[in-house]
């Protein structure tokens, strides 16, 4: 369950996406609760996820306001160790 300090974690996401798949099993396998955004289904996602990023491609990804990007990004983060401090609400900005 996610308490009051950690992030509330989007995804914005395609159920067809395997790295979208790939982003959401390392979200599970660390236990985080995310909300998923599906671009193809939620009217307007698509282009939301582009305003707020920049980018064409999913997954996007937020840890509360900050944009971490897609799969690729977040397991360099993790593989840093760098993914369970912003998870946790208590990475530096």
Do not use: N
Not at 51 to 57: E, V
Request: glycine fraction near 10%; include cysteine.
């Amino acid at each position: 369950m996610s308490t009051a300090s950690q992030p509330a974690v989007v995804i914005y996401a395609a159920s067809w996406c395997p790295y979208c798949v790939r982003a959401k099993q390392l979200l599970s396998a660390k236990g985080v609760a995310f909300t998923e955004i599906d671009v193809d289904t939620v009217p307007g996602a698509r282009e939301e996820s582009r305003a707020r990023t920049g980018r064409t491609s999913i997954p996007q990804i937020f840890i509360g306001d900050r944009h971490i990007g897609g799969f690729d990004d977040t397991k360099a983060l993790d593989d840093q160790g760098k993914l369970d401090p912003l998870l946790a609400g208590t990475a530096g900005t």
